[in-house]
């Protein structure tokens, strides 16, 4: 067994593996700086994610549909989307359709208010709503998690009818990140 300064040193262990470090060796590689720099520069613009979610607003003669989604998206984590209403004329029975391409790998938590009926029809999930006077608003508030095997985007239809008539439709693509 090897000694230094009266010390055992173990088995495989060697003087220059205990010996000071001099020089450039004994600080840290300015290459880190320059990772971690660019790395907090990228996040701070937003571009992976964190941003507030931007707000797109369709008019119509009957209504005009407000939607605030988050974008992009990272896979696991929990997002809320904002949709609103305003009607223009009176909406006897308002409905919003989502493409289910557009939930693709998407688990939905919660919707508040609940709709008065659900269902599935031409390729959207349907919910209805209490008929709207005009002037008077909608707001629906739907959060949901995006399931960890979805990466990439998705995109579909975000659909106002009046029972089955289409008033105004959104389409929207969301970028997902890992």
Known sequence: MKQRDGIDLPDGIQERHV?????????????AFVVLG??????????????????????????????????PLRSGLFF??????TARQAIAKPVIGVDATLWRDLTINSQVPAPTNESFKRGQYRFEYGGLKAGETLEVKIDGQTNPPLIGHVAGNVTLLDDDAPLTEAHIT?????
């Open 19 to 31: 010996a000071p470090v001099r020089g450039l060796r004994a600080h840290a590689s300015p290459l």
């Open 80 to 85: 809320e989307t904002r949709i609103r209403v």
């Open 38 to 71: 660019a790395t907090l520069a990228v996040a701070a613009t937003g571009l992976l994610g964190g941003a507030p979610a931007p707000v797109m607003t369709v008019n119509a003669p009957a209504a005009s549909l407000e939607l605030k989604i988050a974008r």
């Open 174 to 178: 969301i970028p997902v990140l890992p």
